[in-house]
């Protein structure tokens, strides 16, 4: 059986981190910086290689059917 104060503290924990990751998309959409061309631009320069590139996007269509739930 589960701690149910466990429960609530890694909701809480959840529910910030999530809290977090908006607040750091809207600043990304309010500096005017076209995201996919960062991403590009990240991929040109090898800041960021394919594999890692390909994980994120497979981490954010995880997000993605998370939240669309």
Known sequence: MANP???QMN???L???VADLKRQI???KSTGIDPNA???EL???GSVTQEQYNAAVQKAQ???QFFSN
């Open 5 to 7: 104060l466990f429960e």
């Open 11 to 13: 909701q809480n924990s």
């Open 15 to 17: 529910q910030n981190r």
């Open 26 to 28: 809207q600043q990304l």
């Open 38 to 40: 960062k991403i590009q």
């Open 43 to 45: 991929l040109n320069n």
């Open 62 to 64: 995880q997000f993605r």
